[in-house]
């Protein structure tokens, strides 16, 4: 049973990747139809260049090093401010803003979760 979880979860990490490379070359082509190239753009670049690199990771560990999500977010949600239309409430702009600042303290949380500098014992214990 653990062996074809395992199998669905390469097969589905598969698909992510060539969804993934899809998107990437339409998007190219698309900027080279248009002759344009945005912000907009290359920070959806950006988020499939980040996802390439987490199913790379996961290819090669079988886990998932947390940061990469967080890192996807963090674009993903600049990408929505970038985007946002003039018209919108601008008390989304705050809130997006606070989304990106929550987020990128837990990236530095993880990051350094198990750092000497916060002096975190690591050793498992049976105490409360």
Do not use: C, H
């Amino acid at each position: 049973m653990n062996s074809a979880i395992r199998n669905i979860q390469l097969v589905a990490v598969l698909a992510v990747l060539i969804a993934t490379i899809i998107a990437f070359f339409v998007e190219l082509s698309l900027m080279y139809e248009t002759k344009t190239i945005g912000l907009a753009d290359l920070l959806l670049m950006f988020i499939y260049i980040e996802v390439l690199g987490l199913v790379r990771s996961y290819w090669e560990t079988r886990a998932v090093r947390i940061t990469y999500p967080l890192v996807i977010a963090i674009t993903a949600l600049a990408r929505y401010i970038i985007l946002q239309d003039k018209n919108s409430d601008p008390a989304n702009l705050i809130y997006i803003a606070l989304a990106i600042l929550i987020v990128s303290i837990a990236t530095v949380v993880v990051r350094f979760r198990n750092s000497r500098y916060l002096k975190i014992d690591n050793k498992k214990t049976n105490e409360l």
